[in-house]
């Protein structure tokens, strides 16, 4: 009886792109998704405010928009902090590690 061998299906997966950043060295692309991270939440805090002035102005943004727009800035504003948190902690392991 022959028996013939099993051929792997699974092909290798290439790099992950996160943050749709450009692939590229070491600090600078995590300095690029660093960058494009904070300049979400500022955009999304320039939104926030815009609609609040657009409410008081009477610019027919209604209130319940308004208050999405000002929670999703605060959101992601607390998600931008706690991944801080989580890196700092993380160098500060590194650096206590002995060589």
Do not use: C
């Not at 290798?12 to 998704?33: K, L, M, Q, T, Y």
């Not at 943004?61 to 989580?86: G, I, P, Y």
């Amino acid at each position: 009886m022959n028996i013939s061998p099993i051929q792997p299906s699974i092909q290798p997966v290439g790099p992950i792109d996160i943050g749709g950043a450009a692939p590229s060295s070491g600090s600078s692309e995590f300095s690029n998704i660093l960058q494009g991270a904070i300049d979400q939440v500022e955009g999304a805090s320039n939104n926030a405010n815009q609609s609040v002035q657009q409410f008081l102005s009477g610019d027919g943004e209604d209130l319940h928009s308004t208050v999405l727009a000002v929670q999703r800035a605060s959101l992601e504003f607390d998600m931008l902090m706690q991944v801080r948190n989580k890196v700092v902690s993380a160098y500060q392991e590194v650096m206590r590690m002995q060589m």
